[in-house]
């Protein structure tokens, strides 16, 4: 199988079996967002979700939140992986938005990652998710599922690598919506250690499953 064949393989299954593919994270506006992407390195999106309203209904602007205390945001987003950076980071976010970009979460990733808190892959989420920008953020689950399934070398040991072969390769309409796939895929089927592949519809086009699982099974 071609690469070109295979990346035509699993993008025509993931438009008919996943045609809407959106992010988990629950927002209403691009600085909910932000504040959400930011919580959820190294974190469950559930987890997030679970945390957010407080915080939103606390600091729903960046004005509000350029005020807060560190023990107050502490307080808020303790249950959360790292609480005492990202408070920082949530509060020193809040006081760039509005000393630098009029309170207006940016739209450029260059822009974005300004921000405390914010690396390429918050601002490629960010830009993808609230502009539909051809930009694919490459989490562990990216990362993973589309070395499995074969749509980057193994030898791209880098997100950024594997970033720059999936852009390459993706039609640029359907970027925004792929990065979705691939960590929905990775969430729920393509597991790290216990991959679900007996019920993977992906099995065809994907190289880990003709390459390993069928060799044990044979």
């Known amino acids: 199988m071609t690469k ?12 008919t079996q ?26 469950t ?26 023990d107050d945001m502490f307080a808020l987003i303790k249950s959360i992986s790292y609480p005492s ?3 920082k980071h949530l509060i020193g976010m809040a006081g760039l938005l509005l000393s630098k970009f009029g309170g207006e979460v940016p739209m450029t990733v260059d822009e974005l990652v300004e921000l405390p808190g914010v690396g390429r892959k918050t ?20 990362f993973r599922v589309s070395k499995r399934l074969g749509l980057v070398a193994q030898k791209a040991s880098t997100p950024l690598a594997v970033e720059k072969e ?3 390769n993706i039609p640029s309409e359907l970027v925004h919506k792929a990065h979705h ?13 216990t991959p679900k592949c007996d019920s993977c519809g992906l099995q065809a086009n ?13």
């Open 4 to 15: 070109k064949e295979r990346y035509a393989g699993v993008i025509a299954y993931f438009e």
């Open 18 to 43: 996943v045609p809407i593919a959106e992010t988990e994270l629950i927002y209403n506006n691009p600085f909910e967002l932000l504040v959400a992407v930011i919580l959820s390195a190294q974190c």
């Open 45 to 70: 999106d559930k987890r997030v979700n679970l945390t957010t309203p407080s915080i939103f209904a606390k600091f729903p602007t960046p004005q509000k939140m350029a005020k807060a205390s560190f």
């Open 85 to 87: 950076n990202k408070s």
């Open 123 to 142: 601002a490629n989420v960010i830009t993808s998710v609230i502009d539909q920008q051809p930009n694919m953020a490459v989490d562990t689950h990216v």
């Open 166 to 168: 999936l852009i390459k």
């Open 181 to 193: 796939w691939l960590i929905l895929h990775g969430r729920y089927t393509c597991l790290a250690r």
């Open 206 to 218: 994907c190289r880990y499953y003709n390459t390993k699982v069928l060799k044990v099974k044979s």
